[in-house]
């Protein structure tokens, strides 16, 4: 269903890998919805070619960008508005990877190297988006932007490693780099912390089937599909939510407000018997 909710806005969207990432449900969202955006990923990722598909289908055109590198971001920017013929509405950063995770180190063996590279991926690169957009004025007001995260920001999941420390400092940048963005251009910064969701990333968390799991019998409305992750940024992007900011959002099925369910608990009593 399709309501024009983004009609005449344009965009940048980052981190559409393959058909199974949110970014890649929400390019497709924001597009039935009328929004106009550039998609972006890292060099090496393109290289992969699936985005293509989604380019052609949305009308979008492909610009890489590695979201370190502040470089790439200030042509990314540039070349986003030259496109779309005007400044920005909306931006979702939808960017996650934990090096250590990938090696297999565990969070007491960590690699500090891998460490500072995970962080500088998965948190930083939303600070110097954001910077970028700032310096280059290239947000119109009213505008929004979205980064995505996971509640191993708030309570310990020992198996998501060092990005529950990478999601905790994003959500700090959201709320600090908000003010700023809010007081002097009018523009909301809100982060969706998002149930466990099967895509590349997600499937990199050890023990990513019990985890899953476990949260949908946990949650009343069961997990959050990535494509109602994609319609609740819709929603953020939309003039509908317009004083929604510095904002943690919980798109969890009601998760992180639970102790325990009836589900939960049946299943560990028939352990008990
Ligand atoms: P995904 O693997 O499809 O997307 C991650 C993206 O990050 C990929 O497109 C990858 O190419 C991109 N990326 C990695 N390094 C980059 C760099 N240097 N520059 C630019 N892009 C880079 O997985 P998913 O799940 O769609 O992840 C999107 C976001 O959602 C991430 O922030 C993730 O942490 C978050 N999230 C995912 C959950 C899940 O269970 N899948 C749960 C909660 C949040």
């Not at 947000?139 to 420390?165: C, H, K």
């Not at 400092?169 to 466990?196: D, H, M």
């Not at 009343?220 to 953020?236: F, H, Q």
Request: hydrophobic fraction near 40%.
């Amino acid at each position: 269903m399709s309501y024009n909710l983004l009609k005449g806005k344009r965009g940048i969207i980052f981190g559409a890998l393959d058909e199974n990432s949110i970014a890649w449900k929400t390019a497709e969202r924001v597009h039935e919805e009328g929004g106009k955006f550039v998609l972006t990923n890292a060099p090496i990722a393109l290289r992969m070619g699936t985005l293509t598909a989604l380019g052609e289908k949305t009308n979008s055109e492909i610009i890489p960008a590695d979201a370190t590198s502040i470089e790439d971001l200030e042509n990314l920017v540039e070349k986003a508005q030259e496109i779309l013929g005007g400044k920005l509405d909306f931006v979702l950063h939808s960017i996650g990877m934990s090096v250590n995770v990938r090696k297999g180190n565990h969070y007491t063996n960590m690699n500090y190297d891998f460490t500072t590279k995970g962080w500088d991926i998965s948190a930083v690169s939303f600070h110097k988006t954001m910077q970028v957009l700032y310096k280059k004025d290239a947000m119109n007001e009213w505008g929004s932007i979205v980064a995505l995260t996971y509640m191993a920001a708030q309570r310990v999941f020992p198996d998501y490693n060092d990005m529950a420390d990478n999601k905790a400092y994003l959500e700090s940048i959201a709320r600090s780099f908000g003010y700023f963005f809010g007081t002097e251009k009018k523009v909301r910064v809100n982060t969706i912390s998002q149930s466990p969701t099967p895509t590349t990333a997600g499937q990199g968390v050890k023990g990513f089937d019990g985890f899953i799991a476990y949260a949908d019998k946990m949650s009343p409305l069961g997990n959050a599909t990535a494509l109602e992750c994609a319609d609740y940024t819709v929603s953020l992007f939309s003039d509908l939510t317009k004083k929604v900011t510095l904002q943690n959002l919980f798109n969890d099925g009601g998760f992180s407000n639970m102790g325990v369910s009836q589900q939960v608990m049946e299943t560990f009593m028939k352990d008990q018997e």
